[in-house]
């Protein structure tokens, strides 16, 4: 390519980006317009994916099934990699579009837009379960659908404490945290979780996980120093597999590992291998293997495309549910006869008592004082490389 | 007819802006920024409020690398100590946000001198690999010293007040982000006209050399990184004030590496091209997810190929600004004023 050549690409480059650029607002009775951003190529695309495709396919199904009173539902979104800078232009461009509500999904973006959406007034979920989202004082227009990182933890450490007991012990567990370096892996710890593990006699200890480590042998060989038998991972899959394995090839095979819901999927079974066989899960959604009503709308859309729900695996139900959540919010507001701000939303949302997902989740309700939607989730369990359910939904006290 | 542009006199060699076409471009450039944000849509604003102080870090990173060719890996660490710095200092200390940005910048400037000090001994690749250990014992240090930065937990800044106006949107800030991206340019080429500036050239063009013809150049070494750190403590403090959250995680290597691929990109040692790179890397994402979004239904599969290849994209275009054009965009910009100038006669 020559230097001409080069300056007329960027010419074309600079025009592109100038006509793709355009405003416009809500009218009345077109589409109601909700803005999302995915990761479906960043480093956590491989479970982003299928929530992206989930609240997608919600979209889809609404307006293929009359929309909401004929008004359809306009999904605004794009892949953000899971970079941040590129997660606040495509808000600004969204928002400039008249998004009225917003989709967001890991932490690093929903921490980064909380301020902002707070000053727009639009109602936002993510898939980031960090307990402080769900505090209005913290987070006004912040969302959790999801079962919080400390609640999760807390409902753990409930059950290690009765497990513990049930094997004959008498003295107090010992509990091992290990967690991704970052926001997302110290949150359940942070916000509660030491403090309750001390307030019910439970003796637990945090330990990172370095990003990008080879393998945990050090860590491991501490946690088995320290005598705990139980591993609670805050972190995601591909970690938490891999430190499984080197557990079991360290010969701890009388520890317990318990993942909180990011590493409770397919993906932790399929690397794990046979290490994977008796770990135990949380679920606050249910996955495609339980026979509940709430999955049968996504599975036969997904079969009419001649797709599978199990394929597509839990999180695709996670999306489905976050979006149909979040959709409840604007079709409470329009029955309500109230224009369709983020606003209003908000407070029709505040609004919903045990909303019922159709057994996905524990049922949800939000209040002025807690967007914590759900405070229920299952334990599951590998077996045979398969997660079982392992208890009904346990609620945190 | 003209065969080129000569000086009679020190004073016309010397000026910033020599000829009369290109005072005219300048001032052209300035009334477009003072007119840009009137007509711009918010959109376009925080584009041009990223541009900004994407600017202001190349700017100071080229300081460093393109003038006096010392190489660094840790502009995602300066960018964070200056960050912190500025949002610890309104958050915690309740400081003006026009105080705590000077004070992080000198914070930064304290902290590049530090990180700067293997510079005496090292270079090239050594040097480069020292500037990446400050990157991970900042990083480092922000995420495991959680009373003072909070660890990893995002820093909450409140919004920056002036004159009882909160500069809470784009538009307010972008007049900050103008004056002080308009002021590291008139400082920065004003530098390099001055015997520290010329210093600092000469150490990047022969460093044994430049001792030999009086350069201390350890002295001047340290100081680049002194006045390199500051400007780019001044683009992380700004981001501080602009953004309102920060966390460790926007200051990664990764931040290290696009600033270098801007200032490639843009060309080394020129401050225009500080700002082309700056545009330029802040465009091309901006460009291509708006391309995918409009492909969306034309093209469905380009459409979602297009934002994965973004990674793939940006090293095609640093490999061919380096293969093509190593001195950058800047260089080409000379070469289409070049072409105009002697137009329709190109000999």
Known sequence: MSRKALIVVLLIAAMSLLAACGGGGEREGGPIKVGAIFDLSGPTSDVGTPYAEGIRGYVEWLNANGGLDGREIELVWEDYAYEVPRAEQLYTQFVQEGVVAFQGWGTGDTEALRGKIAEDKLPFMSASYSHVLGDPNEAPYNFLVGTSYSHQFFIVLDWIKEDWASKGNADAPKVAFMHHPSPFGLSPWEQGGKEYAANNGIEAEAYEMPRGAPDFTAELSRIEDSGAKYVVFQTVSTPAALAIKNARSLGMDDVTFICLNWCSDEVLVTQAGDAAEGVIGSFPFTPPSIDVPGLKDPADFLASKGESLEAKGVHYGQGWWTMAIMTEGIRKTLADGKEVTGENIKAALESLRDFDTGGVTAPITFTPDDHRGSKGMRLFIVRNGQWEQLTDFLTAK | ?347
């Not at chain 2, 070494?221 to 001044?234: D, E, I, R």
């Open chain 2, 1 to 347: 007819m003209e065969s080129g542009v000569f000086f009679t006199t020190y004073e016309a060699d010397m000026a910033l802006r020599r000829t009369p076409v290109q005072k005219i471009r300048l001032a052209l450039f300035i009334v477009f920024v003072l007119v840009f944000p009137f007509f711009a849509s918010p959109y376009w604003l925080n584009l041009a409020n990223q541009i900004a102080i994407a600017t202001i870090g190349a700017i100071g990173l080229n300081i460093l690398v393109g003038y006096t060719g010392q190489i660094s890996l840790g502009q995602g660490a300066f960018m964070a100590v200056g960050a912190y710095s500025a949002g610890l200092l309104t958050a915690r200390m309740g400081l003006p946000f026009y105080l705590s940005i000077p004070i992080a910048c000198l914070i930064t400037a304290l902290v590049g001198v530090v990180f700067g000090i293997p510079s005496l001994r090292l270079k090239g690749l050594y040097l480069a690999i020292a500037t990446l250990a400050a990157q991970e014992i900042v990083e480092w240090t922000i995420t495991h010293w959680p009373q003072l930065t909070g660890g990893t937990e995002a820093l909450v800044i409140p919004s920056p007040m002036l004159f009882g106006v909160r500069l809470n949107t784009d538009f307010r800030f972008y007049w900050i982000l103008l004056l002080a991206a308009g002021g590291t340019a008139l400082f920065t080429a004003n530098l390099f006209r001055t015997r520290v500036g010329r210093a600092f050239v000469a150490i990047r063009d022969q460093d044994i050399a430049a001792e030999v013809i009086g350069v201390n150049v350890f002295f001047y070494k340290l100081l680049a990184f002194a006045t390199s750190s500051f400007f780019v403590g001044l683009a992380g403090a700004l981001t501080a004030h602009y953004r309102t959250i920060i966390s460790w995680e926007r200051f990664t290597i990764e931040t290290s590496i696009l600033y270098l691929a801007m200032i490639i990109i843009g060309g080394l040692g020129t401050i225009n091209g500080s700002f082309f790179g700056a545009a330029f890397m802040t465009l091309l994402p901006a460009m291509i997810s708006n391309i995918s979004r409009a492909l969306r239904d034309v093209a469905p599969i380009l459409a979602t190929l297009l934002p994965a290849a973004q990674q793939g994209i940006f090293g095609a275009v640093i490999i061919l600004f380096l293969v093509l054009e190593p001195e950058g965009l800047a260089k080409l910009w000379r070469n289409i004023k070049d072409y105009f100038y002697v137009w329709p006669f190109s000999y």
